[in-house]
């Protein structure tokens, strides 16, 4: 997908987004990498400006064939970053449970579907642009693995922090 294919607003809505057999919505994103793979570029997230996550977000009907089409377009409407995918990572589950859960025991957690199955590539960073769709909402800073890894637990995100270790960021 080229720069110039990308589109200049965000897609919204879950009515074209796909679920497994399951339940859990299809999710896909970048890890994005710089050219010495001792950084990864976070993003703020869009419910907690002061928390930081991976770009991502749902996959769509006209996606079905590629996810990696999604992780190419989340990763430009978030972080207004386009680059070289370099690799595919292993599918991670979202275990928390459903925001309308509330507080729930172990038990019922334990017993109930994941709320999402991320599909993640590793993106080697080419260029930045200053304008893009999310570019008035959304914030995005450079982090070592370990400082990505406090974030991510910080911000009680464990399938992030899981699919960053599976990326070959240095782990130093």
């Not at 911000?155 to 130093?172: A, F």
């Amino acid at each position: 997908m080229s720069h110039e294919s990308l589109s200049a607003t965000s897609r919204v809505g879950r009515e074209n987004q796909l679920f497994n057999d399951k339940g859990a919505r299809l999710v896909a994103g970048c890890v994005v990498l710089n050219s010495t793979y001792d950084q990864v570029l976070l993003i703020s997230s869009s419910a907690k400006k002061n928390k930081w996550v991976l770009p991502k977000g749902g996959i769509e009907t006209d996606e079905a064939e590629d996810y990696s089409k999604t992780a190419i377009r989340e990763t430009w409407e978030e972080a207004g970053v386009t680059g070289e995918l370099i690799g595919q990572l292993p599918v991670v589950e979202d275990l928390r449970p459903p925001k309308e859960w509330g507080k729930l025991t172990n038990d019922k957690i334990l017993n109930n579907p994941p709320r999402s199955e991320f599909h993640f590539y590793e993106m080697l960073v080419e260029k930045f642009h200053d304008i893009y769709p999310e570019s008035k909402e959304r914030k995005r800073k450079w982090f070592s693995f370990q400082e990505a890894i406090d974030e991510l637990n910080g911000n009680k995100r464990p399938e992030l922090v899981e699919i960053l270790k599976n990326s070959r960021i240095k782990k130093k």
